[in-house]
Every structure is written in C-alpha cells, then in structure tokens.
C-alpha cells in the first residue's frame, strides 16, 4: 500500500464460474432495468426487448400495489447485431426526493431482481440535506465472459477473484441503501475485449462470430448489472471501450474487423438516455444535473475537444457535435452555476491529466483552462485501472493549502472497479502529487463514495469491493459565504 493512512482487511462472499470454452450468445439475457434522472421531478425508465415495442409503456405509483399511472413513448430502438431493442419511457411530473414503484411492460426473464422496482427521484438544487453518491469506473463484465478465478496470459495471481469473493457489482448491490445514485464516467462491460481474449486463448470463438462475442459480453455485463440499475439512477459517460468492437482497433487491431452496429459508440448510445436535453448538452456525452447541494458535470474525453484539439478516440469515432460544440458548453455551463444554490461543482470524465501513470495531455490542455477559472471543486476520472487520490493541482503546480480551503481543482483516479485483465501498475515512481495509491500489487478491487456533509465540507471513500471496507478517507473543506441553509 502507497501513502497510506488508512487500511482494510480482505473478505470472501458468491462464486463466479470458470470461462467456458466457447461463448453462448445470450441464453439467459434479462430485461436490463435502468433509470436516469431527468430533473428533480422526472425519471427515465430504460430496459430491453426481443421486439419492437409500438409504445413503451411503465406503470408507476406510490405504493408497490397501486401502479395506477401509466407513462409511455414511441421510443423504442435497436442497431444491427443487437438481439433486442433498447426502450425509453420518462415518467414526468413526480415530487423531489420522492420514492415511486415501477413496472416496464413487456420485459424479459429476469433472474436478478423482480418487478415491480423502485426509485427516488431527484433532490432540488439548494436542498442542503447530507447525502452520499457512488462512483465507480472501468468495470466490466465477470464470470466466465470476464473477470473471474482464471486469468488472461499476464495477469497478476493476487488481481484473480478468489471462489467466493464478492465482486464490485455485488458490493454496490449490498451497500445501495448507502448512496442515493451511481455515476460511471466510462468503460463499462469490455465488450470490445473479446479480440483480446480470443487472441489468448481465454475464449473460444471464431472470427467470423466476433459480432455475437461482443453482443454477448455487453449483454452479459447489463443482465449482471441490473440488482444496482433497477433501484438507483445510473448516471453515465462515455470511455474508450464504448466505442468500437476491439479495444481501440486503429491503434493495436484492424478496425476492419468491427461490423456496423459496433462502431462509433453505437451500443452507448442506443442504451442510455442521459437528461442532456434539460442542460444543451449532447446525447450520453455531455450533460450537467443538480441534485441537491451539487452541480454534476459529464464531460466526453474522447471526442468533441474542440479548440484544434482532438479527443484521443477520433478520428475513427465522432464527433457528435459542431467545432467547439462541447468547449463552448462547458464554459457557459460552468460560468452559470450558481454557488450559493450549488455550492460543490463536481465534473467527471474518463481521463485523467495528473496520476503516476499514462497521462491525457491533450485533455489537459482543452479542459483544465476551464476547470481553474470556474472553480471546480473535484474532477474524478478513471481510465488506468487504479486508484488514486491527488493533491488539489492546477497548471503542474500543488496546491499549498493541500484539502483545507484549496483554490486548485482535487483529482482522483479510481478505475479500479475490475475487468478481464486486472489492474494496472503505477509508473515505478510515484509523482509528487499523489498522496494515497493503490494498484496491482495490492490487488483489491474498489469503488467511491462522495458524501456532501454541508457547503464546507466533502469527503471522499475508496471502498473494497471485497468486503466493504473503507481503505482511504480524506475530506475537502472549502471556505465559503452560503447562504443560511447551506451552513452546518
């Protein structure tokens, strides 16, 4: 353990099965429940079917057997080589803060949860109650089509699950009365890894059925998913492995190899409806939201940088919005918070610029100008699959302040969520900015929880999936003049 001030034990909990030989294309798919704020006051209801569906329809109401109101949509869409067409209903007119039952129509078997569901939406801006949200990146599928107790060729025996061990997903599942939403700014599933894993021998598929290996581990990772989407708003932004079928083709595969339907975000896409329309932002790429004390920001960090800067995923994905569309939104969206509504200004993206290891320069170079001159409080990212946790920094130079009352932006990295090949190492020397780090060596897989205890003072969790223990803590207080709802 780097840096250490805090530490945790390890646990055991549900055996994961070995990788199958050959891969079954979706025999045991579910409906893939999912929900996204939109607003305080509405929600959208997400899930998946065989068919078309000529208007998705929810149920919903206040009691778990009076789903006596009905929200429906035309929305209902699919991509070539997907098995099912993805549905999107929002339920509109709801109160903040409110806990609502709910009921998609038409689903398939699922063996993980059971309908009807529940949800609560959104806190309003200013609302100055404590509450807690999740982060949790780079997590991808496990069992026998992802992480599990057998290893690619080059894995770390201690970044192995353990028969028994409890996963992150589990882990989020079991603590979901601890947070009030989950945020993952990117590379969910490693669908595009089944080049990868064929290639080593991990599974068995020929090439001609690669479309079906990616449709399988996609849909495996949202079936494994749905005991933490069907109960809390899944907040998402987009990563590397999101946009086409063999983890970043025009850099180490023939991208020739991808078939249409599995290029250019598609499956992001067509899976999820972030509320960008209530901020000017664009699709599931950029968008901001309030909730509570707190202004959220999900910024694209692969394409869109705009400002003669390309994002390290274009050109062979994007761009999805006009020259300088997402630059020019960022600011104005930055310049309009509020913060004596919205104190804390938290932003999200994949990529990280400072951390011991692989650095993003060019997203550096387009956002952090922004990030300094309005303020923002915390960026998180992910991307190196590690954690952590950064002195405030602006411009190369540590903030003397460190946590207590810092004007330089805080950045953590946490994309030690757990994917087919493990963790990453850090760079043999740490840089002089980092003050807790955990990777590889330790082998413990995580997630983050970010509590908002007042305007002053936030405070940030890495928890170990394996047993829920917290192994790093550290607390950002801000001076501030707020107004007399936000003191403590």
């Keep these: 353990m780097r840096f250490s001030n805090s530490v945790g034990a390890a646990a055991t909990l549900v055996a994961l099965a070995a990788p199958a030989k050959a891969l079954l294309y979706n025999v045991s798919l579910n409906s893939q429940v999912r929900m996204a704020f939109d607003g305080q006051t509405g929600m959208t209801v997400s899930w998946n079917t065989y068919e078309q569906l000529s208007s998705p329809t929810v149920m919903w109401g206040s009691s778990p057997d009076q789903l006596v109101n009905k929200a429906t949509s035309d929305v209902s869409i699919t991509y070539a080589t997907s098995l099912t067409y993805d549905n999107h209903v929002t339920i509109s007119g709801l109160k903040p803060n409110t806990k609502y039952y709910y009921m998609p129509l038409d689903m398939l078997k699922d063996q993980y949860t059971r309908a009807p569901y529940s949800f609560t939406t959104g806190r309003v801006a200013g609302d100055m109650t404590p509450y807690t949200a999740a982060v949790v990146i780079d997590l991808g599928t496990v069992g026998a089509e992802g992480l599990s107790t057998t290893p690619e060729s080059g894995v770390a025996a201690n970044n192995l699950l353990k028969p028994g061990q409890q996963t992150t997903i589990a882990s989020m599942a079991k603590s979901a009365d601890s947070y009030e939403f989950v945020v993952h700014?990117?590379?969910?599933?490693?669908?595009?890894?089944?080049?990868?894993?064929?290639?080593?021998?991990?599974?068995?598929?020929?090439?001609?059925?690669?479309?079906?290996?990616?449709?399988?581990?996609?849909?495996?990772?949202?079936?494994?998913?749905?005991?933490?989407?069907?109960?809390?708003?899944?907040?998402?932004?987009?990563?590397?492995?999101?946009?086409?079928?063999?983890?970043?083709?025009?850099?180490?595969?023939?991208?020739?190899?991808?078939?249409?339907?599995?290029?250019?975000?598609?499956?992001?896409?067509?899976?999820?409806?972030?509320?960008?329309?209530?901020?000017?932002?664009?699709?599931?790429?950029?968008?901001?939201?309030?909730?509570?004390?707190?202004?959220?920001?999900?910024?694209?960090?692969?394409?869109?940088?705009?400002?003669?800067?390309?994002?390290?995923?274009?050109?062979?994905?994007?761009?999805?919005?006009?020259?300088?569309?997402?630059?020019?939104?960022?600011?104005?969206?930055?310049?309009?918070?509020?913060?004596?509504?919205?104190?804390?200004?938290?932003?999200?993206?994949?990529?990280?610029?400072?951390?011991?290891?692989?650095?993003?320069?060019?997203?550096?170079?387009?956002?952090?100008?922004?990030?300094?001159?309005?303020?923002?409080?915390?960026?998180?990212?992910?991307?190196?699959?590690?954690?952590?946790?950064?002195?405030?920094?602006?411009?190369?130079?540590?903030?003397?302040?460190?946590?207590?009352?810092?004007?330089?932006?805080?950045?953590?990295?946490?994309?030690?969520?757990?994917?087919?090949?493990?963790?990453?190492?850090?760079?043999?020397?740490?840089?002089?900015?980092?003050?807790?780090?955990?990777?590889?060596?330790?082998?413990?897989?995580?997630?983050?929880?970010?509590?908002?205890?007042?305007?002053?003072?936030?405070?940030?969790?890495?928890?170990?999936?394996?047993?829920?223990?917290?192994?790093?803590?550290?607390t950002l207080y801000k001076q501030r003049t707020c107004d007399s709802t936000c003191d403590a």
């Excluded at 849909?219 to 069907?230: I, M, Q, R, S």
């Excluded at 499956?267 to 004390?293: C, L, T």
């Excluded at 890495?462 to 047993?467: E, G, I, P, Q």
């Design 185 to 474: 700014p990117g590379d969910m599933a490693y669908a595009d890894y089944w080049l990868k894993e064929e290639y080593t021998g991990y599974i068995n598929v020929s090439m001609a059925d690669g479309y079906k290996a990616y449709e399988s581990i996609l849909d495996a990772f949202y079936d494994e998913l749905t005991p933490v989407t069907t109960q809390k708003p899944y907040m998402v932004g987009p990563g590397n492995h999101e946009a086409n079928c063999d983890n970043g083709g025009y850099k180490t595969w023939n991208t020739s190899i991808c078939v249409p339907g599995q290029l250019n975000f598609t499956g992001y896409i067509n899976h999820f409806r972030m509320p960008s329309e209530k901020s000017g932002g664009v699709g599931n790429f950029w968008y901001s939201y309030d909730h509570g004390m707190t202004h959220y920001v999900i910024v694209d960090m692969e394409t869109d940088f705009g400002n003669g800067i390309s994002g390290p995923s274009e050109p062979i994905s994007g761009p999805f919005g006009q020259t300088n569309e997402q630059y020019n939104w960022l600011e104005n969206d930055l310049k309009s918070v509020d913060r004596s509504v919205t104190p804390w200004l938290v932003v999200f993206g994949h990529r990280p610029w400072y951390t011991s290891g692989a650095l993003c320069l060019e997203c550096q170079e387009a956002f952090e100008p922004l990030f300094d001159q309005y303020n923002v409080d915390l960026y998180m990212s992910g991307h190196n699959h590690y954690y952590e946790r950064i002195a405030p920094i602006a411009n190369n130079v540590t903030d003397p302040n460190e946590l207590n009352n810092p004007s330089a932006p805080w950045h953590i990295i946490n994309g030690a969520a757990g994917h087919w090949g493990g963790l990453d190492s850090f760079d043999t020397t740490m840089q002089n900015y980092s003050r807790f780090g955990l990777d590889s060596t330790e082998g413990i897989y995580g997630w983050s929880k970010l509590t908002f205890h007042n305007c002053t003072h936030m405070t940030h969790e890495y928890v170990a999936s394996v047993n829920g223990t917290v192994l790093d803590t550290a």
